[in-house]
């Protein structure tokens, strides 16, 4: 009798997971959006509701039934059964925390995830966080938060369980490395402001003067606060460039463009989308390419993702740049979000990404023209391997 009961309790939530489409459709008010009639080609709509209706009349519990989280469940389930774990379904507290982390200020560790090979990992920590001071790195994987495995979890419910009020402890659990070591930290949440730029002037024995210009995050700043660092650098009349995108999770596409153009001369194709048509969309450097002829290397590693790495693949088919570090993370999905009138939103990928030359980025990344590890002694001694390669690949094309 028990094993009857579970099983009509899986089969309620599936139904719902599908019946959740019907209710989804009409919140939708998009111009390309189907018919019903359209969106449930091929389902039956009939036993959904003969499921709905017998499991809603014979529950054991109905005041349990709560038609709201219901509702919620069913959208939240329908979304996820995609499988893409970058198409989410908010309910109006969870569209609301999402709204706070694009601010780009909120609370918490200061961490950036995503999923790939079907776990979630560590994309990159924020510098100068509490991620960061722990110890947290990319690539790792996270295995539990607050001893509660999240294996089942999608990377928004992951990422509300890492969330929470400054001042607060939250406890990361990670695999770490092909030996998947397993490594704990307590971690005390703080508010959390994400960095844009950064500028350093090094000089070289051969008194060279090289700019590397590091760039944290495309957020909705990011153009004037790297116009400022990029001025200052040309000021000093800089002899060659360090492009740092390592750690580097992403963000807004029109900001990437923008600083593409300070590289690429004007009309250089900085990347192409595809949508679900296989149309294409492309996009063009605008310029003011003040950057472009000075010699320049990047910096990437597992932690450049998205945007970022975007900004990569540009140079590297546009200007054969040396792309120095490890193999970026691999994302290149883009996500439209929809804000429904309950407060609500839907986060759906409706684009891929691809270099300018036509390269995929989704699940397979930039992989670096010199490869460098980074390890985690290296970490621990500041001994940074990476850029010493990128400050002697950048001497030699000075000094040719």
């Known amino acids: 009798m028990k094993i009857l009961t579970r099983n009509t309790i899986c089969i309620f939530l599936m139904a719902l997971a599908f019946w959740g489409g019907f209710l989804l459709s009409n919140y939708l008010n998009e111009k390309e959006s189907l018919t019903i009639q359209t969106a449930f080609d091929g389902m039956d709509l009939g036993l959904m509701k003969n499921v709905l209706d017998a499991t809603v009349k014979n529950y054991v519990d109905p005041q349990k039934i709560d038609k709201k989280k219901l509702t919620y469940g069913a959208i939240s389930g329908m979304v996820k059964s995609i499988g893409d774990p970058y198409t989410v379904f908010f309910n109006p507290e969870e569209a609301k925390e999402f709204r706070e982390d694009v601010s780009g200020k909120f609370s918490g560790i200061g961490v950036q995830v995503g999923e790939k090979d079907g776990k979630i990992k560590v994309v990159a920590p924020i510098k100068g966080t509490p991620a960061e001071r722990a110890g947290i790195l990319a690539g790792d994987i996270i295995y539990e938060v607050d001893n509660k495995p999240i294996a089942d979890l999608t990377i928004d419910q992951v990422v509300s369980l890492i969330k929470g009020p400054k001042g607060t ?21 703080d508010e959390i402001v994400l960095p844009s730029v950064d500028l350093t002037i090094k000089q070289t024995s051969q008194n060279k003067k090289i700019a590397i210009l590091t760039i944290y995050h495309f957020s909705d700043t990011v153009v004037q606060d790297f116009q400022k660092i990029a001025n200052e650098a040309l000021t000093q009349n800089i002899d060659g460039i360090i492009l740092d995108l390592r750690n580097n999770p992403g963000g807004l596409l029109d900001q990437t463009i923008q600083v593409a153009g300070w590289f690429l001369p004007e009309n250089d194709v ?8 296989d149309q294409k969309a492309v996009h063009f450097a605008k310029g003011p390419a003040l950057l472009a002829n000075i010699p320049t290397v990047v ?16 140079l590297r088919d546009n200007r054969q740049i040396d792309i120095i570090g490890t193999k970026t993370f691999g994302k290149g999905l883009v996500q439209k979000v929809m804000d429904l009138d ?6 759906v990928t409706v684009t891929k990404w691809y270099t300018p030359k036509e390269e995929i980025i ?36 000075i000094i040719k």
């Open 169 to 189: 402890k939250v406890v990361i659990s990670i695999l770490r490395g092909k030996s998947n070591e397993i490594k704990t930290f307590n971690i005390i949440r």
């Open 270 to 277: 900085v990347l192409i989308e595809k949508d679900r048509h």
């Open 299 to 314: 910096l990437v590693n597992e932690g450049t993702a998205s945007a970022a790495e975007i900004l990569a693949g540009a």
């Open 342 to 347: 309950d407060g609500s939103a839907l986060k």
């Open 362 to 397: 989704q699940g397979i990344g930039i992989k670096p023209s010199i490869e460098v590890l980074l390890t985690e002694e290296d970490h621990e001694n500041n001994n940074d391997t990476q850029l010493k390669e990128a400050l002697k690949q950048i001497n030699k094309i």
